[in-house]
């Protein structure tokens, strides 16, 4: 059993980031910059930020933080948005999730100037992406594509079950994983919290990645995986101890893969540095570097 250390993968990746930045600044242009808006209190919102923040800082950009109060109204927020959008110092935006439930998020996500969306949730950037053309791609399903990359894990050829439809992994990276990309190639089985354990079942115990999703503490058990296998866990929970926890079994299902995710350690930090390389480049085609 070997370990897909995120946190090994996403420092290297920032490293290249912060060369390319610095030769550009030494060049004579600006550093890249990045805002994120964050609305009301939300402790792990809080915590996903103030790494994206840090993270920035580590790559050589600049960031703003924009925070704004949990009664705002949608009206004033989509035009906070307006005003970053026309905003050419800023590259690449964030609206951090989840939102009050006053405001409706796909109106937030869609008012995002698709040129600035490092989220890579826009309809104009997923869909470019599902069409395997040139586009933001959605951070966390990126980042895992990443991590795969990095440890020289084969995709093509192979069965990959991704467990969990969410627009933010599951879809995206079960069509980055069948898309003809620099890692990719792959048969795709798209799984979620409704298909029937039978079936489930009978598709993972025969696939060589499996990619997990649903935000529950050791779903994936032994049972569920082949020898050799490759775990990708992408949950985190929180257990009542204030362990945090994946959606697989770790201790026990660890032993049977080739290749696992800890958490955390693992997906977390590779969605943080592919938000660093999708502001990146935002940043060069505001330049016309690529």
Avoid at 58 to 79: D, K, N, Q, V
Wanted: hydrophobic fraction near 40%; charge should be neutral; proline fraction near 6%.
């Amino acid at each position: 059993m070997n370990i897909l250390d995120g946190k090994k993968c996403a420092d290297s990746l920032i490293a290249e980031i912060g060369k390319k930045v610095s030769g550009y600044v030494q060049g004579g242009l600006r550093k890249p910059h990045m805002t994120i808006i964050l609305v009301g209190e939300h402790a792990p919102s809080e915590s996903y930020v103030k790494s994206k923040i840090t993270t920035s800082g580590l790559s050589g950009f600049e960031s703003e933080l924009i925070r704004l109060p949990e009664s705002i109204r949608e009206e004033e927020l989509l035009a906070r948005i307006r005003e970053i959008n026309e905003d050419h110092t800023t590259d690449g935006l964030i609206v951090q999730l989840p939102l009050p439930k006053h405001i409706n998020p796909q109106n937030i996500i869609n008012a995002i100037d698709p040129a600035k969306d490092i989220d890579g949730f826009h309809p104009t950037n997923f869909g470019k992406m599902t069409l395997g053309q040139k586009a933001f791609r959605p951070a966390t399903a990126y980042g895992i594509c990443k991590l795969l990359q990095y440890y020289s894990i084969p995709t093509k050829a192979k069965h990959v079950v991704v467990i969990g439809r969410s627009n933010i992994v599951g879809k995206p990276i079960s069509i980055m994983l069948a898309n003809d990309f620099d890692i990719g190639n792959a048969t795709v089985t798209l799984t979620h919290i409704e298909t029937p354990r039978e079936l489930l079942l009978e598709m993972t115990r025969v696939a060589d990645i499996v990619i997990v999703a649903v935000g529950i503490p050791g779903f994936v058990t032994p049972d569920m995986v082949k020898e050799g296998a490759v775990l990708i866990d992408v949950g985190i929970n929180r257990l009542e101890s204030g362990k945090l926890v994946g959606d697989v079994d770790f201790d026990a299902v660890a032993p049977k893969c080739s290749w696992i995710t800890p958490v955390p350690g693992g997906v977390g930090r590779m969605t943080v540095a592919a938000l660093m390389i999708n502001t990146l480049n935002a940043y060069q085609n505001n330049f016309n570097l690529v």
